[in-house]
């Protein structure tokens, strides 16, 4: 099971941080990653994690601003976001795969957390 948390309403060039808590044994050996839809939109690829945080990949509407990191002793794994820009609003979901590498398509994830809803006002 995943849960995300963290989401609210920001300014643009605000920043917040997401977080995702993940229950079960073996989160350690999981990629990871953050999708995000907006209104009328299509989910799409943030940001993933390879399950030792060693490799980690961005959507490039986002890489600079984004940063993707994990914590395997507390189950957890965060995307802290600066520079927010309405455009980034929507809403954001953690997913995990079983495999240990990273991946950027919605299809290569197992389980997937409930989703917190960011809004960037301009």
């Known amino acids: 099971q995943l849960q995300a948390s963290g989401g609210g309403l920001v300014q643009a060039g605000g920043s917040l941080r997401l977080s995702c808590a993940v229950s079960g044994p073996t989160f350690s050996n999981y990629g990871m990653g953050w999708f995000r839809q907006a209104p009328g939109e299509e989910r799409e690829f943030v940001a993933t994690i390879s399950w030792s945080g060693s490799y980690i990949y961005y959507a490039d509407s986002v890489k600079g601003r984004f940063t993707i990191s994990r914590d395997n002793a507390k189950n957890s794994v965060y995307l802290q976001m600066d520079g927010l820009k309405p455009e980034d609003t929507g809403v954001y979901y953690c997913?995990?795969?079983?495999?240990?590498?990273?991946?950027?398509?919605?299809?290569?994830?197992?389980?997937w957390g409930q989703g917190t809803e960011v809004t960037v006002s301009s």
């Open positions: 997913a995990a795969r079983r495999l240990t590498g990273w991946a950027i398509y919605s299809v290569d994830y197992d389980f």
